[in-house]
């Protein structure tokens, strides 16, 4: 760690800084450089709160060294990471496409969507179980009974599913989910990122919508640094002043999340957009930006769904787009 000290500070204060330090266990080198001070520090840094040191007097600025994402990084873990969901696989060159319904709504509805998604050449069946709703008075899925219907459609179809926790306590539920989502708006309850830290199976973390990649990434480090080493992060939206969508697509955090971190980087265009007619074109970018997979809302019957209905492609338009990504693939990821 390096302290930079203000040009204007007096003798007092330096002396209180360095006793400080001296007390915490630090050794302080003192460095002079165009008329610059700093402290170059070493010894037991790491019990050092940098908040507290930038606010004393003397301390201009604080330059952390170490590593904040000691899990996450690019540093810590050169290869990628590579999830198995079930038998898919995703990331390190393996591209997982997920899809299904927003909600499982229905034995009917789940079965039918399953079968043609799988037909069309998803790998991992999507449907919410528990729906996190902006009101409580919206359709908050079928909860116990949707994680029975989604444990059948897996069950008949042989792919692995994906849904979203809310709560640690309803772990014992999800016994039957391959891939366990945290949503955007839980992506900083720190005592569900904990418990999912202690579990075997894969988490699917969504960005929030007001989240930085830092944040993320931190987020992150509550699930790796629990022992559980299969994350997969995923882009879903994040807040703009842009309001011709529900949320902006931040494309660009793809290729970025690849150079900061070795984990999967998924793409969700459907919340991000919110519109059928859109989620095409997104998605084929997400796989051109190189997104590791897709996550896509497909219902049968958009204008009757439960959930989410304006942003569902019909089955047919999923496989269109199906074939269209695995040929983009072909070129670039040659
Ligand atoms: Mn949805």
Redesign the pocket.
Known sequence: MILALKKNSTPAQEETLLAYLHQMGVTAAKETCRGCTVLLLEGAVESLDAQLLSSLPAVEAVLPLDEPLPLSSRAAHGADTVVKVGPALVGGGHFCLMAGP??VESQAQLLTIARSVRSAGAMVLRG?AFKPRTSPYDFSGLQKEGLALLSLARRETNLPVVSEIMSPNDLPLFEKVDLLQVGARNMQNYALLRALGRVKKPVLLKRGSGATLRELLLSAEYILSGGNENVILCERGIRTFSDGTRSTLDLSAVPLLHEMTHLPVVVDP??AVGRASLVPPMALAAAACGADGLLI?VHNDPLHAL??GA?ALLPEDFAALARQIAALREVTHR
């Open positions: 927003c909600a919410g459907s919340h809302e959930c989410d942003q």
